[in-house]
């Protein structure tokens, strides 16, 4: 049997719901996100007013807002007035709770993003990226293994609901 791959890729209109630039709305540490690129190009700037605007962008806008600054070079990002190392733990924990791995907030929360990932159930999911982590918020293997956890915990949720 072969396995039906779901590219993901924005501009597809049968992908682009599980993009990080389409708009589901959520909450992370309190803070309103319109989209994950909008929270994750927002990372990269020290400033807490422009990351708040940033926050605030979904679609190309959040894409293109983190080209104002050069993160790269100290490898560092910031959260709510805090530094985080791009190659630190903490970097880790943080992307789990704006995706949602705990449950408790995050993308996860955001009702069409879950009927999606749901629906991509029996499907591998790939995503064109960037693979090295000192040019990218997101590599390839972080935003995948974290689509893939949500769907799992999503899906174990469902079958909890049948046996009940």
Known sequence: M???ILDISY???NTGILSNLFPHSFSIDGVNCKSMEGFLQSLKFKDEEIRKIVQEYWGIDAYKAGRATDWRKAQVLYWKGQIIGRHSQEYQELL???YGINGNE???KNALFRKAIINSKGKKITHTGVDNPSETVLTTEEYISRLEKIRELLLAKEKDFERE
């Open 106 to 108: 995050g993308l996860i």
């Open 96 to 98: 789990d709770r704006a």
């Open 11 to 13: 501009k597809d209109i």
């Open 2 to 4: 072969v396995e039906e």
